[in-house]
């Protein structure tokens, strides 16, 4: 079919052909004609579904993510990729599925404070609504799709913070642990460096040719191919779009309403918390405890350490009521109305939400402006010329791929047309390349079999938000070996340090038979040339030791009451092989431990607790949702 297509894709019978393939598509959708019907599922969480939709957009924002964090050295094809997004999504649902089931909910005030106080909307120091609304648009997300994703967030947050937050290390675990992070330990240890033994191997060309023959897939070649491509990036539109004074004057005045910064105030509230479905008794033991401790604020007590002790806004609680500086449409009406209407000081309450009682002291008031038109002219410029970079881009990317599928044999006229300059890689294969090939879906694309057999130009690739390439085949280099002569010193070299080092290695075997029977270690290393070094006291963190000689001095059991030192060998990363002698553990002194390092201890280690919990309730949680995922349909 699509061969039918690309030798006749010309004119009328191109039309033809799209149209007969587009009626079932909009009668009964892409899935119902490829599946048979309905949304594909790729998970099912207890009763809940998990489309494909809704997995590939959080896989879609996972590449983006990692693209701009790693740059050229992304690659989108890693398989892994699909794996960790799959897992996060399960264990997200698992755990948004248990905190909403046991009434966990994030009131529509601590939502509000946290959006005020994320510093990408902040402008001053100030929460900046035209700033918000404008990075949200530029995003594409809605208002009520990002803080409905804020919302889930603090409810997870939440959970996982009464989870983690409960763990915890007695003084007496404490102190195990820092007798055993400060212990030292005294041994000695000779070394039998490989380097002295490769003298004495040798390596003859009938060696090197059977290692060869029976390890060629350690020389194989894999098939490579060079490609020529065109590239379209907003980036170099934007370059390339230039932009008046005037023009910039005018969307300032059109759009000054947006630019008035409406009055914020900050305040502090203590909130006693009220269950919507409450009855009546509840409601009034709730707004007599709020009474009190307004009497008890009105007669000398710190309001915030009120807050601390007594308000069940978790969130604000710690830092003492403190909700920051909040405009209009922040927060609930009555309490918003309480807000608006007290002066800076003054005490109110208690004032009725949907989530119980309020006490509210007003601290500041910041009244509104209107941001000038030099502060807003580079801002509006860069709008400006990002949204005809945007028109410029799309409008380019279609002709791109017109251009490109009705000469599918060739990207000259493309280059022509759309004034592109038409590059070439250096040769590359499906697993590995430099520069643009880099990118997974590049080398995917270049291997598919429409553009690697058929000799066809690619689809647009996509390569990032607004980049685009289309690609074909310059010239293909089949899979082959690395001739012998190539490689030979290579194998040469392998060779003689394997040899090396097995020869180091049975010698240290003899060595430490020969110390079990009572010989002298110093004697023998003498003997064997050996590096000697005598007996030492090290601690863990010792930078001097080999990590493999330290870490096997610190894995040894502890020497016998009578004195005789444990011996063992060890093979280091260099081909070396060690031979310890330990004669004495010496566990550390908590006592010793200053009361700062002692505390950072165990908050790190409480820390890790933390995390083993949450990683262990989201294995049990798995498990009682009873959560399958279907991953060949990723």
Do not use: C
């Not at 693209?67 to 690659?75: D, L």
């Not at 642990?177 to 191997?201: C, G, K, N, S, W």
């Not at 390439?469 to 082959?480: C, N, T």
């Amino acid at each position: 079919m699509l061969k039918l297509i690309r030798d006749n894709a010309k004119g009328v019978v191109a039309w033809i052909i799209v149209i007969i393939i587009i009626i079932p598509f909009a009668l009964w959708g892409v899935n119902e004609y490829f599946e048979g019907g309905g949304e594909v599922v790729v998970a099912k969480i207890g009763d809940r579904d998990v489309s494909l939709g809704e997995y590939q957009n959080l896989y879609q924002r996972e590449l983006a993510a990692r693209r701009q964090a790693m740059g050229s050295a992304f690659n989108a094809s890693d398989p892994s990729i699909r794996r960790d997004v799959i897992e996060r999504l399960v264990n997200i649902e698992v755990m948004t599925q248990a905190a909403r089931d046991s009434g966990f909910r994030i009131a529509d005030a601590r939502l509000g404070q946290r959006i005020v106080a994320m510093r990408e909307f902040q402008d001053g120091g100030r929460f900046d609504p035209a700033l918000y609304d404008r990075l949200l648009r530029a995003s594409g997300l809605s208002k009520a799709q990002f803080e409905e994703d804020l919302r889930n967030d603090l409810l997870l947050e939440q959970f996982i913070g009464g989870v983690s937050e409960t763990a915890f290390l007695t003084a007496r675990d404490l102190d195990a642990l820092l007798r055993m992070i400060e212990q030292r330990r005294r041994f000695a240890h000779l070394v039998l460096p490989v380097a002295d033994y490769a003298t004495r191997v040798e390596v003859d060309e009938e060696r090197i040719a059977r290692y060869y023959e029976e390890n060629r897939s350690e020389f194989a070649v894999p098939e490579r191919v060079t490609a020529q491509y065109l590239e379209l990036s907003m980036s170099s539109i934007v370059a390339g779009i230039e932009v008046d004074d005037e023009t910039i004057r005018r969307l300032y005045e059109e759009r000054a309403p947006g630019f008035t910064v409406g009055e914020e105030r900050r305040a502090r509230h203590i909130l006693i918390e009220v269950d919507q479905a409450a009855d009546a008794g509840a409601i009034e033991a709730a707004r007599t405890r709020a009474e009190e401790l307004l009497a008890a604020i009105e007669g000398g007590e710190s309001f915030e350490e009120v807050a601390r002790n007594h308000s069940d806004d978790s969130g604000s609680a710690r830092s003492g009521g403190d909700l920051g500086f909040f405009t209009r449409g922040a927060m609930v009406p009555s309490f918003e109305e309480a807000v608006f209407s007290m002066s800076p000081g003054e005490l109110r309450g208690p004032v009725q939400s949907p989530f119980g009682f309020h006490l509210i002291r007003l601290e500041e008031i910041r009244p509104g402006s209107v941001r000038p038109f030099e502060e807003m002219a580079p801002i509006l410029k860069e709008e400006y010329r990002q949204a005809r970079a945007e028109e410029r881009f799309f409008d380019l990317t279609e002709r791109l791929a017109d251009l490109t599928f009705e000469h599918s044999d060739t990207l000259a006229v493309a280059a022509e047309e759309l004034g592109l300059p038409l590059r070439e890689t250096e040769p590359f294969s499906v697993d590995a390349g430099q520069g643009i090939a880099m990118e997974g879906v590049f080398r995917d694309a270049a291997f598919s079999p429409d553009v690697l057999e058929s000799g066809h130009n690619s689809p647009l690739v996509e390569l990032g938000q607004s980049r685009v390439v289309v690609l074909r085949i310059a010239d293909r280099y089949p899979a082959s070996h690395l001739p012998l002569a190539e490689v030979r010193d290579r194998i040469e070299r392998e060779l003689h340090r394997h040899a090396a080092a097995e020869m180091a290695r049975k010698d240290g075997e003899r060595i430490v038979a020969r110390l079990a029977e009572g010989a002298s270690m110093e004697e023998l290393a003498r003997e064997h040339r050996a590096e000697w070094h005598p007996s030492t006291t090290v601690r863990r963190d010792d930078a001097e030791l080999d990590p493999a000689v330290l870490g096997a001095a610190f894995s040894m059991p502890r020497p016998a009451e009578n004195g005789e030192p444990v011996i063992e060998g060890v093979e280091l990363l260099s081909g070396d092989y060690a031979v310890l002698a330990l004669y004495e553990v010496m566990d550390g002194n908590p006592g010793d431990v200053a009361a700062l390092d002692r505390r950072m201890q165990g908050e790190a280690v409480a820390q890790f607790l933390g995390q083993r919990a949450v990683q262990d309730l989201i294995a049990s949680l798995r498990e009682r949702k009873k959560v399958r995922v279907f991953e060949d349909r990723l």
